[in-house]
Nanobody, 126 residues
Framework: VQLQASGGGLVQAGGSLRLTCTAF????????MGWFRQAPGKEREIAGA????????RYADSVKGRFTISKDNTKNTVSLQMDNLTPEDTAVYFC????????????????????WGQGTQVTVSS
């Protein structure tokens, strides 16, 4: 499966952005999905993850209550709605897909993922 991320941009603190990851060459009903982010000089970290059956979700503590991940198997997309953004959210955001036999697991480690999109830049100004 190939993943293409879009929706990044420049936004003021307190604003919102919605990132979308579109899959090609495979159905997202077969994958658990995640959004990761990497800020300058920092390691890549999980932002949010959703299970293959679209029931379970997990988030980094820093984004809980502000970010929402959602998977639409009919559109073959996974989105990350980001609200109340802060400058600390500035990063390159990557979507990823995990071939998972576990329908209920929302994976949060990079090593759990098999396919990665190209990344989209999110910049939050103060």
């Amino acid at each position: 499966v190939q993943l293409q991320a879009s929706g990044g941009g420049l936004v003021q603190a307190g604003g919102s952005l919605r990132l979308t990851c579109t899959a090609f060459g495979g159905s997202l009903s077969n994958y658990a999905m995640g959004w990761f982010r990497q800020a300058p000089g920092k390691e890549r970290e999980i932002a949010g993850a959703v299970s293959r059956n679209n029931i379970n979700r997990r988030y980094a503590d820093s984004v809980k209550g502000r970010f929402t991940i959602s998977k639409d198997n009919t559109k073959n997309t996974v989105s990350l709605q980001m609200d109340n953004l802060t400058p600390e959210d500035t990063a390159v955001y990557f979507c990823a897909a995990a071939e998972s036999g576990n329908y209920y697991a929302a994976w949060i480690s990079e090593g759990d993922y098999d396919y990665w999109g190209q990344g989209t830049q999110v910049t939050v100004s103060s």
